[in-house]
Every structure is written in C-alpha cells, then in structure tokens.
C-alpha cells in the first residue's frame, strides 16, 4: 500500500470519526466505546509484539541450527536492527508525536491534540451556552492537524528507518 493509499484510508477514518463524534453518545456509551477501542489497540500491539519476536525468531531458524556461527551471526544482525529501530525510530518518533512529558521541551502531536481540543471546549455562543456545531468542527480540525503532524513525525525518522534496514540487510548478507 502507498504512503498516499495510507494516507488516504487514514484521512477518510478521520472523517468517519468526526461523524461518529457528532452523534449523540451518552457519557456512559462514550466511555464505553473509548474502552473498547482501548482494548482493540492494546490487542493489536500484543499480536504484534508477539508477531514480531515469532518472526525474528524464524528469520534466524534460516541461518542454520541454534549456536551454530552463521546463526549466531543472524541473530546479531536482528539485535542491531532492533537497537537501531529503537534509538533512531521508535523513541524519536514517540517524542515527537505521542509524548506526553511535560518538560522534555517537545510539545508533541498529541500535546498539541489536547490543547487544541481543550481550546474547542471553550467555543460558546452569545448566549453563554456551548456551540456544539463549532466545537464540533474546531474538533475536526484539530483531528486533522493531529494526523498531519503524526505523518510529519513519521517523516522526521523515514530516512534513519531506511538506514537501518540497509544495514540489516548488509548485516545479513555477511552471515550467509
């Protein structure tokens, strides 16, 4: 799938999602439905996880019998991707787009998200009373710029996450 298809399926749950947000959920089906999205990402991370540890594991079963040397040699290659990944990937990005640290002088995707949300919270019509409509749409908005800034994230790291699989796969070929 392209960046753009990617971008595009994710753009168009952004939307479905500013739909669903416009229905009338009571709290108790809002937090409902928050806990079960919750436990489908939790879910999801867990397969993965567990995805991820079979498949370095077979990737490495390739390269002959436990302990042999270019065994041994695999799986140093799958150690040193999976640092690189993490120091050059996986950590930055968090930084950038999930962190949540006050003072790590980063305000990250998600810091931004919340501020922005909490600033629609504040939209209110002459009256006083709230304007759902503007809430609603400055919601969406921040929704967007969420996504935006989440892909300029994954931007930042594209070229250290390219790297690291060049050299993993370099790493490979001196073990066959």
């Known amino acids: 799938m392209t960046r753009l298809a990617v971008a595009v399926v994710a753009l ?3 939307v479905t999602v500013a739909a669903q ?3 009338a959920l009571s709290a108790r089906n809002r937090v409902c439905v ?10 999801i991370r867990a397969a993965r996880a567990q995805f991820l540890e079979q498949q370095r594991n077979d990737l490495v079963a390739c390269f002959g019998p436990a302990n042999s040397p270019t065994n041994i040699c695999a799986g140093r290659c ?6 690189c990944v993490d120091n050059n990937v996986t950590k930055p990005r ?9 003072d790590d ?7 931004k998200f919340n501020a922005d949300v909490a600033q629609c919270r504040t939209k209110k019509l002459p009256d006083g009373t709230p304007d759902i409509d503007a809430q609603l749409a400055c919601q969406t908005d921040a929704r967007a710029a969420r996504f935006v ?10 070229d250290d996450l390219d790297k690291c699989g060049v050299d993993f796969s370099d790493c490979l070929e001196l073990c066959g």
């Open 12 to 14: 168009l749950g952004l």
């Open 21 to 23: 947000e416009a229905s």
């Open 34 to 43: 928050q806990s079960a999205r919750q436990r489908a990402r939790d879910g």
């Open 78 to 83: 799958q150690d040193t991707q999976t640092s």
């Open 94 to 102: 968090a930084l950038c787009d999930t962190s949540a640290v006050a």
């Open 105 to 111: 002088q980063v305000t990250s995707c998600t810091e």
């Open 149 to 158: 800034c989440s892909q300029g994230c994954a931007l930042q790291v594209q």
